[in-house]
């Protein structure tokens, strides 16, 4: 088959990092999961796979699939669609929902439901944005940005799970190593109130390629409409540009103008759809 899958993460770095460097905004994702899985971070006790596509000497598709999320399209070209289809029911690997760029993953979803009989939704609809020219909040809300330390862990930690709550994320991983490699990095920003108690958080990931990507940004219910993630958002990017990153990306739900709005008045602009879509099984 012209699709290899592996659970080998620099087996599949060595085939697919051109394919995904040469757009790095685009395939943050895909970069970013790679990268910290070959650092050795796994996101649960189920094994991972990996698998790339070549034709006539060279790789145009990439996916990975890091349970408890959904298989992520990173690159697939619309002919290697069913191949992948064939090849994932040969090797027997479950797949109980597809992400990534919109009309991939829509045919994907397709094709995996002709052959098992599964039926495809929709759960959510992302856009992608990246930074033009950032501007911060004026007026900025009281208090300041300020990187997060070893004494906000446990905060930084029960944020993150209300995150994932909130947004319905499947988790994943362990949210304490995840917060004290962006803490020890300065990657983990906080926003204090005018009394100078944390009110927001934003994150972001390591560097790949240039691109770093704000995630997540969240404000407790008891602090929101008051600017707190706007403001967060706009220190934590702000930091980014000073530490050299050349580019900033982040995903927002196109089911939330709210959001999407604030994020364009710092300076974000749309360039892309992501989708993720869930499979129930046939029956």
Known sequence: MPWTLSADPEAYAARVWDLLAARPVRHTIALSILGMARKGHRWSEEPMLFGWYEEDGGVSGAVFHTPPYELGLGVLPAAATEPLVEALRAARHPVAGVSGAGPATERFAAAW?????????????????????????????????????????????????????????????????????????????????????????????????????????????????????????????????????????????????????IYRQLGFRPVDEERVVRFEPAG
Do not use: K
């Open 113 to 261: 439901s002709t052959a098992t009989g599964a039926r495809a939704s929709t759960a959510l609809r992302l856009c992608l944005h990246e930074l033009g020219s950032l501007q911060p909040p004026d007026p900025a809300p009281a208090g300041r940005g300020r990187p997060a330390e070893e004494r906000d862990l446990a905060l930084a930690v029960g944020w993150y799970g209300a995150f994932q709550a909130e947004t319905r994320s499947p988790g994943g991983g362990d949210a304490e190593a995840m917060a004290r490699e962006r803490i020890a990095d300065g990657r983990l920003w906080l926003w204090e109130a005018g009394e100078g108690d944390p009110a927001a958080l934003a994150g972001r990931t390591a560097a790949s390629v240039g691109v770093a990507r704000i995630a997540p940004v969240y404000t407790p219910p008891e602090h929101r409409r008051r600017g707190y993630g706007a403001a967060v958002t706009a220190a934590c990017t702000a930091d980014a540009l000073a530490r050299g990153d050349a580019q900033v990306v982040l995903f927002t739900d196109t089911a939330n103008p709210t959001a999407n709005a």
